[in-house]
Protein backbone atom coordinates (compact mmCIF):
# COMPACT_ATOMS: atom_id res chain seq x y z
CA UNK A 1 0.00 0.00 0.00
CA UNK A 2 1.46 3.59 -0.98
CA UNK A 3 1.97 6.59 1.81
CA UNK A 4 -1.04 8.38 1.87
CA UNK A 5 -3.78 5.84 0.68
CA UNK A 6 -6.05 5.85 4.06
CA UNK A 7 -7.41 2.32 5.08
CA UNK A 8 -11.13 1.84 3.84
CA UNK A 9 -12.83 -1.08 5.64
CA UNK A 10 -14.20 -3.12 2.29
CA UNK A 11 -17.89 -4.06 1.92
CA UNK A 12 -18.27 -7.55 1.03
CA UNK A 13 -20.13 -8.17 -2.33
CA UNK A 14 -23.97 -8.27 -1.81
CA UNK A 15 -23.62 -7.33 1.27
CA UNK A 16 -26.23 -4.50 1.69
CA UNK A 17 -25.68 -1.82 4.71
CA UNK A 18 -28.63 -3.14 6.63
CA UNK A 19 -26.90 -6.24 7.73
CA UNK A 20 -24.09 -3.91 9.05
CA UNK A 21 -25.97 -2.22 11.30
CA UNK A 22 -26.47 -3.54 14.74
CA UNK A 23 -29.89 -5.18 15.52
CA UNK A 24 -32.21 -3.53 18.34
CA UNK A 25 -32.47 -6.50 19.64
CA UNK A 26 -28.13 -5.79 20.45
CA UNK A 27 -28.69 -2.46 21.30
CA UNK A 28 -31.60 -3.20 23.52
CA UNK A 29 -29.39 -6.16 24.90
CA UNK A 30 -26.28 -3.94 25.77
CA UNK A 31 -28.31 -1.80 27.60
CA UNK A 32 -29.76 -4.16 29.71
CA UNK A 33 -25.81 -5.63 30.48
CA UNK A 34 -25.58 -2.46 31.78
CA UNK A 35 -28.38 -1.51 34.15
CA UNK A 36 -28.06 -5.04 35.55
CA UNK A 37 -24.21 -4.30 36.25
CA UNK A 38 -24.05 -4.16 39.50
CA UNK A 39 -20.99 -1.15 39.96
CA UNK A 40 -23.42 0.94 38.02
CA UNK A 41 -26.03 0.04 40.53
CA UNK A 42 -23.76 0.87 43.19
CA UNK A 43 -22.37 4.17 41.30
CA UNK A 44 -26.31 5.02 41.29
CA UNK A 45 -26.99 4.41 44.73
CA UNK A 46 -24.15 6.73 46.12
CA UNK A 47 -25.29 9.70 43.39
CA UNK A 48 -28.87 9.14 45.26
CA UNK A 49 -27.10 9.10 48.61
CA UNK A 50 -25.42 12.81 47.51
CA UNK A 51 -28.42 14.25 46.36
CA UNK A 52 -30.22 13.21 49.15
CA UNK A 53 -27.34 14.54 51.43
CA UNK A 54 -27.26 17.81 49.72
CA UNK A 55 -31.22 17.90 50.22
CA UNK A 56 -30.65 17.63 53.92
CA UNK A 57 -28.01 19.88 55.01
CA UNK A 58 -29.32 22.12 52.69
CA UNK A 59 -33.21 24.11 53.70
CA UNK A 60 -35.60 23.33 51.13
CA UNK A 61 -37.81 25.36 49.58
CA UNK A 62 -41.78 24.43 49.84
CA UNK A 63 -43.49 23.54 46.65
CA UNK A 64 -46.25 26.23 47.03
CA UNK A 65 -43.46 28.62 47.77
CA UNK A 66 -41.87 28.04 44.28
CA UNK A 67 -45.07 29.11 42.57
CA UNK A 68 -45.93 31.88 44.27
CA UNK A 69 -43.28 35.07 42.75
CA UNK A 70 -44.13 36.60 46.09
CA UNK A 71 -43.92 33.93 48.96
CA UNK A 72 -40.53 32.77 46.46
CA UNK A 73 -39.65 36.45 47.22
CA UNK A 74 -40.03 36.44 50.91
CA UNK A 75 -38.39 33.02 51.61
CA UNK A 76 -35.30 33.99 48.96
CA UNK A 77 -35.34 37.01 51.67
CA UNK A 78 -34.42 34.52 54.71
CA UNK A 79 -32.27 32.36 52.60
CA UNK A 80 -30.02 35.17 52.54
CA UNK A 81 -29.56 35.41 56.49
CA UNK A 82 -28.30 32.03 56.18
CA UNK A 83 -26.44 31.04 52.68
CA UNK A 84 -25.25 34.91 51.74
CA UNK A 85 -23.93 35.33 48.55
CA UNK A 86 -24.36 31.93 47.74
CA UNK A 87 -28.26 32.09 47.80
CA UNK A 88 -28.73 33.12 43.73
CA UNK A 89 -26.08 30.29 43.20
CA UNK A 90 -27.98 27.36 44.84
CA UNK A 91 -31.48 28.64 43.85
CA UNK A 92 -30.18 29.12 40.38
CA UNK A 93 -28.88 25.13 40.64
CA UNK A 94 -32.13 23.81 41.89
CA UNK A 95 -30.22 23.11 45.23
CA UNK A 96 -33.16 24.50 47.26
CA UNK A 97 -35.66 22.17 45.93
CA UNK A 98 -33.18 18.93 44.85
CA UNK A 99 -36.01 16.14 45.65
CA UNK A 100 -38.01 17.65 42.36
CA UNK A 101 -35.48 18.24 40.15
CA UNK A 102 -34.97 17.24 37.21
CA UNK A 103 -31.61 15.42 38.01
CA UNK A 104 -33.14 13.82 41.34
CA UNK A 105 -36.01 12.00 39.17
CA UNK A 106 -33.72 11.16 36.16
CA UNK A 107 -31.27 9.42 38.78
CA UNK A 108 -33.99 7.81 40.80
CA UNK A 109 -35.28 6.39 37.20
CA UNK A 110 -31.81 5.05 36.53
CA UNK A 111 -31.88 3.16 40.12
CA UNK A 112 -35.26 1.95 39.50
CA UNK A 113 -34.17 0.80 35.68
CA UNK A 114 -31.55 -0.43 37.18
CA UNK A 115 -32.89 -2.89 40.02
CA UNK A 116 -35.51 -4.05 37.68
CA UNK A 117 -33.14 -5.28 35.63
CA UNK A 118 -30.70 -6.88 38.71
CA UNK A 119 -33.84 -8.51 39.56
CA UNK A 120 -34.98 -10.06 36.40
CA UNK A 121 -31.76 -11.44 35.64
CA UNK A 122 -31.76 -13.64 38.98
CA UNK A 123 -35.57 -14.36 38.36
CA UNK A 124 -34.58 -17.49 36.20
CA UNK A 125 -31.90 -18.77 38.80
CA UNK A 126 -34.42 -18.62 41.49
CA UNK A 127 -37.48 -20.11 39.43
CA UNK A 128 -35.29 -22.84 38.78
CA UNK A 129 -34.17 -23.56 42.17
CA UNK A 130 -37.84 -23.19 43.98
CA UNK A 131 -39.36 -25.16 40.70
CA UNK A 132 -36.76 -27.34 39.35
CA UNK A 133 -34.17 -28.06 41.67
CA UNK A 134 -31.18 -30.16 41.64
CA UNK A 135 -32.50 -33.73 43.21
CA UNK A 136 -29.53 -35.48 42.52
CA UNK A 137 -26.01 -34.87 43.61
CA UNK A 138 -23.08 -37.41 43.92
CA UNK A 139 -22.15 -39.66 46.53
CA UNK A 140 -19.20 -37.91 47.97
CA UNK A 141 -20.92 -35.32 48.84
CA UNK A 142 -22.44 -36.89 51.59
CA UNK A 143 -19.06 -37.05 53.11
CA UNK A 144 -18.01 -33.39 52.13
CA UNK A 145 -21.33 -31.77 53.17
CA UNK A 146 -21.25 -28.06 55.16
CA UNK A 147 -23.46 -30.43 57.40
CA UNK A 148 -24.25 -34.45 57.45
CA UNK A 149 -25.29 -37.34 59.42
CA UNK A 150 -25.70 -40.89 58.68
CA UNK A 151 -28.34 -43.73 60.13
CA UNK A 152 -27.93 -47.09 60.57
CA UNK A 153 -30.72 -49.16 60.51
CA UNK A 154 -31.28 -52.54 60.36
CA UNK A 155 -34.28 -52.41 57.63
CA UNK A 156 -33.87 -53.04 54.03
CA UNK A 157 -33.11 -50.09 51.46
CA UNK A 158 -36.23 -49.91 49.94
CA UNK A 159 -38.45 -49.98 53.28
CA UNK A 160 -35.77 -47.43 55.07
CA UNK A 161 -36.84 -45.05 51.93
CA UNK A 162 -40.25 -45.28 52.34
CA UNK A 163 -39.99 -45.04 56.08
CA UNK A 164 -37.81 -41.79 55.80
CA UNK A 165 -40.16 -40.31 53.02
CA UNK A 166 -42.65 -40.64 55.25
CA UNK A 167 -40.99 -39.21 58.41
CA UNK A 168 -40.11 -36.31 56.23
CA UNK A 169 -43.17 -35.67 54.80
CA UNK A 170 -44.86 -35.52 58.05
CA UNK A 171 -41.91 -32.96 59.05
CA UNK A 172 -44.09 -29.91 56.51
CA UNK A 173 -41.44 -30.18 54.36
CA UNK A 174 -41.26 -30.27 50.42
CA UNK A 175 -40.52 -34.40 49.15
CA UNK A 176 -38.56 -34.85 45.89
CA UNK A 177 -37.86 -38.71 45.00
CA UNK A 178 -34.33 -38.91 43.21
CA UNK A 179 -35.55 -40.57 40.47
CA UNK A 180 -31.44 -40.92 39.46
CA UNK A 181 -30.48 -42.91 41.91
CA UNK A 182 -32.92 -45.94 41.95
CA UNK A 183 -35.40 -44.66 43.58
CA UNK A 184 -33.09 -44.14 46.93
CA UNK A 185 -32.47 -40.71 47.15
CA UNK A 186 -34.53 -37.86 48.00
CA UNK A 187 -34.50 -34.07 47.54
CA UNK A 188 -35.82 -32.26 50.47
CA UNK A 189 -36.56 -28.43 51.45
CA UNK A 190 -38.52 -25.88 53.85
CA UNK A 191 -39.73 -22.38 52.63
CA UNK A 192 -38.60 -22.96 48.90
CA UNK A 193 -40.53 -19.66 47.83
CA UNK A 194 -38.45 -17.93 50.62
CA UNK A 195 -35.97 -16.41 48.07
CA UNK A 196 -38.61 -14.60 46.47
CA UNK A 197 -38.43 -12.66 49.22
CA UNK A 198 -36.04 -10.71 47.82
CA UNK A 199 -38.00 -10.24 44.23
CA UNK A 200 -40.80 -8.44 46.60
CA UNK A 201 -38.29 -6.04 48.32
CA UNK A 202 -36.78 -5.36 44.87
CA UNK A 203 -40.38 -4.93 43.39
CA UNK A 204 -41.26 -2.29 46.52
CA UNK A 205 -37.82 -0.41 46.25
CA UNK A 206 -39.27 0.36 42.59
CA UNK A 207 -43.19 1.00 43.40
CA UNK A 208 -41.43 3.24 46.44
CA UNK A 209 -39.59 5.33 43.69
CA UNK A 210 -42.60 5.26 41.17
CA UNK A 211 -45.03 6.46 44.32
CA UNK A 212 -42.05 9.41 44.84
CA UNK A 213 -42.09 10.42 41.26
CA UNK A 214 -45.99 10.66 40.71
CA UNK A 215 -46.05 12.73 43.83
CA UNK A 216 -43.95 14.43 42.64
CA UNK A 217 -45.41 14.90 38.98
CA UNK A 218 -48.82 14.95 39.21
CA UNK A 219 -49.14 15.97 43.03
CA UNK A 220 -47.99 19.44 45.22
CA UNK A 221 -47.46 19.82 48.62
CA UNK A 222 -47.86 23.71 50.30
CA UNK A 223 -46.93 24.12 53.16
CA UNK A 224 -47.74 27.49 53.77
CA UNK A 225 -50.94 27.95 52.48
CA UNK A 226 -51.92 31.38 53.70
CA UNK A 227 -55.99 32.77 54.60
CA UNK A 228 -56.68 36.17 55.93
CA UNK A 229 -60.07 35.16 57.54
CA UNK A 230 -62.78 36.38 55.58
CA UNK A 231 -60.27 36.78 51.96
CA UNK A 232 -60.71 34.40 49.55
CA UNK A 233 -58.10 33.11 48.51
CA UNK A 234 -57.31 30.22 44.98
CA UNK A 235 -55.78 27.68 45.87
CA UNK A 236 -54.17 26.90 42.40
CA UNK A 237 -52.27 23.71 41.40
CA UNK A 238 -55.53 22.83 38.87
CA UNK A 239 -57.67 22.45 41.19
CA UNK A 240 -60.24 24.89 40.70
CA UNK A 241 -61.10 25.53 44.19
CA UNK A 242 -61.27 28.80 45.92
CA UNK A 243 -60.70 28.92 50.20
CA UNK A 244 -61.86 31.12 52.61
CA UNK A 245 -61.54 31.31 55.96
CA UNK A 246 -64.94 31.92 57.63
CA UNK A 247 -63.42 32.67 61.21
CA UNK A 248 -60.53 31.17 63.21
CA UNK A 249 -60.60 30.72 66.87
CA UNK A 250 -57.59 29.70 69.17
CA UNK A 251 -57.73 28.32 73.07
CA UNK A 252 -54.45 28.65 75.57
CA UNK A 253 -53.36 26.66 78.44
CA UNK A 254 -54.16 29.02 81.24
CA UNK A 255 -51.19 28.35 83.42
CA UNK A 256 -48.74 28.03 80.51
CA UNK A 257 -49.95 30.00 78.30
CA UNK A 258 -49.05 27.91 75.29
CA UNK A 259 -51.47 27.08 72.38
CA UNK A 260 -53.72 23.49 73.24
CA UNK A 261 -56.21 24.23 70.28
CA UNK A 262 -57.00 26.45 67.06
CA UNK A 263 -59.45 25.85 64.34
CA UNK A 264 -60.23 27.31 61.27
CA UNK A 265 -63.84 27.71 60.06
CA UNK A 266 -63.05 26.37 56.31
CA UNK A 267 -65.13 26.89 53.52
CA UNK A 268 -64.44 25.87 49.65
CA UNK A 269 -66.09 27.08 46.54
CA UNK A 270 -65.55 25.89 42.92
CA UNK A 271 -67.10 28.61 40.24
CA UNK A 272 -68.67 30.82 42.87
CA UNK A 273 -70.59 27.61 44.51
CA UNK A 274 -69.49 26.08 47.89
CA UNK A 275 -68.31 22.30 47.71
CA UNK A 276 -67.31 21.75 51.00
CA UNK A 277 -67.20 23.25 54.30
CA UNK A 278 -65.39 21.88 57.89
CA UNK A 279 -64.20 23.21 60.82
CA UNK A 280 -60.68 22.11 60.54
CA UNK A 281 -57.56 21.10 63.30
CA UNK A 282 -54.28 19.72 63.28
CA UNK A 283 -55.44 15.98 63.11
CA UNK A 284 -58.83 17.20 61.09
CA UNK A 285 -58.04 17.80 57.66
CA UNK A 286 -60.32 18.69 54.98
CA UNK A 287 -60.71 16.28 52.20
CA UNK A 288 -62.21 16.84 48.44
CA UNK A 289 -61.07 15.22 45.35
CA UNK A 290 -57.83 13.95 47.09
CA UNK A 291 -57.01 17.54 47.74
CA UNK A 292 -56.12 17.37 51.99
CA UNK A 293 -56.02 21.35 54.21
CA UNK A 294 -54.06 20.61 57.58
CA UNK A 295 -54.79 23.26 60.16
CA UNK A 296 -50.73 24.60 60.29
CA UNK A 297 -50.55 28.14 62.53
CA UNK A 298 -51.87 31.22 62.82
CA UNK A 299 -51.04 34.57 62.83
CA UNK A 300 -51.84 38.60 62.26
CA UNK A 301 -52.20 39.80 59.21
CA UNK A 302 -52.81 43.40 57.57
CA UNK A 303 -55.60 44.35 55.17
CA UNK A 304 -54.17 46.43 52.53
CA UNK A 305 -55.53 47.78 49.21
CA UNK A 306 -53.60 49.35 46.56
CA UNK A 307 -54.36 51.12 43.02
CA UNK A 308 -52.21 52.95 40.92
CA UNK A 309 -52.76 56.38 39.50
CA UNK A 310 -55.72 55.59 38.14
CA UNK A 311 -57.38 54.23 40.17
CA UNK A 312 -57.31 50.45 39.39
CA UNK A 313 -57.10 48.32 41.90
CA UNK A 314 -54.06 46.29 41.98
CA UNK A 315 -54.03 44.21 44.94
CA UNK A 316 -56.59 44.29 47.80
CA UNK A 317 -56.31 41.90 50.40
CA UNK A 318 -54.66 40.35 53.65
CA UNK A 319 -50.84 40.50 54.09
CA UNK A 320 -49.58 37.50 56.16
CA UNK A 321 -47.21 39.31 58.40
CA UNK A 322 -45.35 36.02 59.04
CA UNK A 323 -41.52 37.07 58.83
CA UNK A 324 -39.76 38.10 61.92
CA UNK A 325 -37.25 40.85 61.63
CA UNK A 326 -33.48 39.54 63.29
CA UNK A 327 -34.14 41.11 66.74
CA UNK A 328 -37.62 39.68 66.98
CA UNK A 329 -38.77 43.48 67.63
CA UNK A 330 -40.87 43.42 64.46
CA UNK A 331 -42.85 41.21 62.13
CA UNK A 332 -43.69 41.61 58.41
CA UNK A 333 -44.94 40.27 55.17
CA UNK A 334 -44.16 41.17 51.64
CA UNK A 335 -46.33 41.83 48.64
CA UNK A 336 -45.00 41.88 45.06
CA UNK A 337 -46.45 43.88 41.89
CA UNK A 338 -45.30 41.96 39.13
CA UNK A 339 -46.25 44.71 36.65
CA UNK A 340 -45.09 47.15 38.40
CA UNK A 341 -41.88 45.35 39.37
CA UNK A 342 -42.20 46.70 43.45
CA UNK A 343 -42.23 44.63 46.65
CA UNK A 344 -44.38 46.23 49.49
CA UNK A 345 -43.36 45.37 52.62
CA UNK A 346 -45.96 45.74 55.58
CA UNK A 347 -44.18 45.70 58.79
CA UNK A 348 -45.64 46.11 62.35
CA UNK A 349 -44.00 45.40 66.37
CA UNK A 350 -44.46 42.47 67.69
CA UNK A 351 -46.36 41.41 70.48
CA UNK A 352 -45.07 43.09 72.78
CA UNK A 353 -42.34 45.00 71.48
CA UNK A 354 -41.81 48.40 71.78
CA UNK A 355 -40.51 49.85 68.16
CA UNK A 356 -39.69 53.51 68.16
CA UNK A 357 -42.33 55.02 65.24
CA UNK A 358 -44.71 52.31 65.33
CA UNK A 359 -47.19 52.51 67.80
CA UNK A 360 -49.37 49.53 68.47
CA UNK A 361 -51.72 49.03 65.63
CA UNK A 362 -50.17 50.88 63.17
CA UNK A 363 -47.84 49.46 60.47
CA UNK A 364 -45.09 50.93 58.70
CA UNK A 365 -45.38 50.74 54.31
CA UNK A 366 -42.07 49.98 52.63
CA UNK A 367 -41.71 50.14 48.67
CA UNK A 368 -38.56 48.57 46.91
CA UNK A 369 -37.83 47.82 43.24
CA UNK A 370 -38.12 43.99 42.87
CA UNK A 371 -34.73 42.65 43.21
CA UNK A 372 -32.99 45.17 44.84
CA UNK A 373 -32.16 46.61 49.12
CA UNK A 374 -32.88 50.34 48.34
CA UNK A 375 -36.07 51.37 49.63
CA UNK A 376 -38.00 53.81 47.27
CA UNK A 377 -40.40 54.87 49.80
CA UNK A 378 -42.28 54.43 53.24
CA UNK A 379 -44.92 55.68 55.53
CA UNK A 380 -46.70 54.91 58.64
CA UNK A 381 -50.10 54.31 58.10
CA UNK A 382 -52.92 54.03 60.97
CA UNK A 383 -55.98 52.38 60.37
CA UNK A 384 -58.32 53.44 57.55
CA UNK A 385 -55.54 55.87 56.45
CA UNK A 386 -54.13 56.07 52.99
CA UNK A 387 -50.92 56.82 51.31
CA UNK A 388 -48.98 57.51 48.05
CA UNK A 389 -46.29 55.81 47.13
CA UNK A 390 -44.01 55.31 44.37
CA UNK A 391 -46.96 56.41 42.06
CA UNK A 392 -48.97 53.93 43.48
CA UNK A 393 -51.64 54.32 46.30
CA UNK A 394 -51.40 52.00 49.36
CA UNK A 395 -54.37 52.02 51.99
CA UNK A 396 -54.30 50.23 55.31
CA UNK A 397 -57.27 49.12 56.87
CA UNK A 398 -56.94 46.69 59.86
CA UNK A 399 -55.41 43.85 61.20
CA UNK A 400 -57.27 40.72 61.15
CA UNK A 401 -56.21 36.83 61.68
CA UNK A 402 -54.86 34.99 59.25
CA UNK A 403 -54.41 30.92 59.37
CA UNK A 404 -51.97 29.03 57.25
CA UNK A 405 -52.94 25.49 55.82
CA UNK A 406 -50.81 22.87 54.57
CA UNK A 407 -52.52 22.18 51.51
CA UNK A 408 -51.37 18.53 49.16
CA UNK A 409 -52.43 16.38 47.03
CA UNK A 410 -50.23 13.46 47.31
CA UNK A 411 -51.28 10.65 44.31
CA UNK A 412 -48.52 8.60 45.01
CA UNK A 413 -49.52 7.79 48.63
CA UNK A 414 -51.58 4.65 47.57
CA UNK A 415 -48.28 3.12 46.00
CA UNK A 416 -46.20 4.20 48.77
CA UNK A 417 -48.34 1.79 50.73
CA UNK A 418 -48.33 -1.22 48.51
CA UNK A 419 -44.57 -0.69 48.08
CA UNK A 420 -44.23 -0.58 52.13
CA UNK A 421 -46.39 -3.71 52.34
CA UNK A 422 -44.44 -5.54 49.74
CA UNK A 423 -41.16 -4.42 51.48
CA UNK A 424 -42.26 -5.82 55.07
CA UNK A 425 -43.21 -9.02 53.35
CA UNK A 426 -39.78 -9.30 50.91
CA UNK A 427 -37.70 -8.40 54.41
CA UNK A 428 -39.71 -11.36 56.45
CA UNK A 429 -39.72 -13.69 54.08
CA UNK A 430 -36.00 -13.39 53.42
CA UNK A 431 -34.66 -13.26 57.08
CA UNK A 432 -37.19 -15.26 59.01
CA UNK A 433 -38.18 -17.58 56.60
CA UNK A 434 -34.62 -19.04 54.41
CA UNK A 435 -35.01 -21.93 51.87
CA UNK A 436 -33.05 -24.78 53.50
CA UNK A 437 -32.31 -27.91 51.10
CA UNK A 438 -31.00 -31.47 52.86
CA UNK A 439 -30.32 -34.38 50.67
CA UNK A 440 -31.18 -37.85 51.39
CA UNK A 441 -29.35 -41.44 50.07
CA UNK A 442 -30.23 -44.51 51.08
CA UNK A 443 -27.55 -47.73 50.16
CA UNK A 444 -27.31 -51.03 51.82
CA UNK A 445 -25.11 -51.74 54.48
CA UNK A 446 -24.11 -55.41 56.23
CA UNK A 447 -26.72 -54.81 58.85
CA UNK A 448 -29.57 -53.99 56.53
CA UNK A 449 -29.34 -50.09 55.48
CA UNK A 450 -27.56 -46.82 55.78
CA UNK A 451 -29.79 -43.50 55.48
CA UNK A 452 -27.33 -40.46 54.80
CA UNK A 453 -28.19 -36.65 54.99
CA UNK A 454 -26.32 -34.16 54.22
CA UNK A 455 -27.12 -29.75 53.40
CA UNK A 456 -24.26 -27.40 51.78
CA UNK A 457 -26.55 -24.32 52.95
CA UNK A 458 -25.44 -21.72 55.26
CA UNK A 459 -25.77 -22.93 58.85
CA UNK A 460 -27.30 -20.79 61.55
CA UNK A 461 -28.54 -22.37 65.04
CA UNK A 462 -32.20 -22.73 64.20
CA UNK A 463 -31.44 -24.65 61.23
CA UNK A 464 -28.24 -26.61 63.12
CA UNK A 465 -30.77 -27.82 65.48
CA UNK A 466 -33.60 -28.49 63.51
CA UNK A 467 -31.10 -30.73 61.21
CA UNK A 468 -29.91 -32.38 64.47
CA UNK A 469 -33.10 -33.15 65.39
CA UNK A 470 -34.70 -34.49 61.69
CA UNK A 471 -30.47 -37.04 62.61
CA UNK A 472 -31.88 -38.39 66.33
CA UNK A 473 -35.67 -38.67 64.93
CA UNK A 474 -34.30 -41.29 61.68
CA UNK A 475 -32.25 -42.82 64.41
CA UNK A 476 -34.96 -43.29 66.77
CA UNK A 477 -37.82 -44.21 64.40
CA UNK A 478 -36.22 -46.32 61.29
CA UNK A 479 -33.79 -48.03 63.82
CA UNK A 480 -36.52 -49.35 65.90
CA UNK A 481 -39.20 -50.27 63.17
CA UNK A 482 -37.71 -54.52 63.06
CA UNK A 483 -36.33 -55.92 66.11
CA UNK A 484 -35.63 -53.85 69.33
CA UNK A 485 -31.70 -53.98 69.94
CA UNK A 486 -31.08 -53.83 66.46
CA UNK A 487 -27.52 -51.68 66.18
CA UNK A 488 -28.39 -48.28 64.75
CA UNK A 489 -25.81 -44.88 65.29
CA UNK A 490 -26.21 -41.16 64.24
CA UNK A 491 -23.02 -39.53 63.41
CA UNK A 492 -22.13 -35.98 64.71
CA UNK A 493 -23.79 -32.98 62.98
CA UNK A 494 -20.84 -31.09 61.61
CA UNK A 495 -20.34 -27.58 59.55
CA UNK A 496 -16.66 -28.16 58.83
CA UNK A 497 -16.53 -27.41 54.82
CA UNK A 498 -14.63 -29.73 52.22
CA UNK A 499 -12.51 -28.82 49.77
CA UNK A 500 -15.03 -30.79 46.81
CA UNK A 501 -18.49 -29.69 48.87
CA UNK A 502 -21.59 -30.76 46.97
CA UNK A 503 -24.43 -28.10 45.55
CA UNK A 504 -23.44 -24.53 45.59
CA UNK A 505 -26.53 -22.10 45.75
CA UNK A 506 -27.33 -21.76 42.20
CA UNK A 507 -28.32 -25.89 41.76
CA UNK A 508 -24.49 -27.06 40.31
CA UNK A 509 -23.08 -29.85 40.90
CA UNK A 510 -19.62 -29.67 42.48
CA UNK A 511 -17.52 -32.44 43.86
Given at each position: ????????????????????????????????????????????????????????????????????????????????????????????????????SPVWLATMALLALSIAACTTHRLPLLWKAAFRPQTHVRPRFFDHARMRASVESPLPPDEAM??????????????????????????????????????????????????????????????????????????????????????????????????????????????????????????????????????????????????????????????????????????????????????????????????????????????????????????????????????????????????????????????????????????????????????????????????????????????????????????????????????????????????????????????
Amino acid sequence: MHKGVSRRAVRPAGQSSDDLDVSVGQVFGGLYRFLYNKRVGLTLILAMCALSFVGVMIQQMPAGVRDDAEARAGWLDQARGVYGGWTGVLDFVGAFHIFSSPVWLATMALLALSIAACTTHRLPLLWKAAFRPQTHVRPRFFDHARMRASVESPLPPDEAMEAARGLLERRRTRVIVDERSGGRGLYVDQNHLAPFGTVAAHAAFILIMVAFAVSSVAGFREEAFNLTVGVPEEVGHGTGLTARADSFTDAYDQETGSPIDYVSDLTLMRDGEEVARQDVRVNEPLIIDGVYFHQASFGIAAVVDITDEAGKTLFEGGVPLQWATDDGAQQYGVHILEEQQLEIFVISAASGQRVPGLQSGQVRVEVYPLGSETMQDRAVLDPGERAELSGIEIGFDREQKFTTMIVKKDPGAPIMWIGCALLAIGTCLTMFFRHHRIWVRVSESEGGSRIKIASPDQTDAAFRRRFGELADELARVIGHERAAGCEHTADDVTSETAETAAVGGNGKKVG
